[in-house]
């Protein structure tokens, strides 16, 4: 069983910025929140950025340069600073967390960006 509490999602004008926030927490002390992923209506999730515990970041190439991962290892939490915010970026963002091999998603966050 893993907790996610996921923030900093919501609604913002084209060229603004917004900062997500992940925390997962469980049981299990090997639970560990590695990525973002989005959902657009209609599409299959995709891949946003991931993260290792040292810090290895991986980006898809659409969104080099105007999105930032981070994490907080003694928080357990991961960070994604999305900046020059486009139409095309509005879908539900999702946290996902491992722990060993055993994938698990966060609740989702709503990012809406009007033209």
């Known amino acids: 069983q893993v907790q996610f509490v996921e923030s900093g999602g919501g609604l913002v004008q084209s060229g603004g910025s917004l900062r997500l926030s992940c925390a997962a927490s469980?049981?299990?002390?090997?639970?560990?929140?590695v990525g973002w992923y989005r959902q657009a209506p209609g599409k299959q999730r995709e891949l946003v950025a991931s993260?290792?515990?040292?810090?290895?970041?991986n980006y898809i190439d659409s969104l080099k340069g105007r999105f930032t991962i981070s994490r907080d290892n003694a928080k357990n939490a991961v960070y994604l600073q999305m900046n020059s915010l486009k139409p095309e970026d509005t879908a539900v963002y999702f946290c996902?967390?491992?722990?060993?091999?055993?994938?698990?998603w966060g609740q989702g966050t709503q990012v809406t960006v009007s033209s």
């Open positions: 996902k967390a491992l722990d060993r091999t055993v994938i698990y």
């Open positions: 993260i290792t515990s040292g810090g290895i970041t």
């Open positions: 469980g049981s299990s002390f090997s639970i560990t929140p």
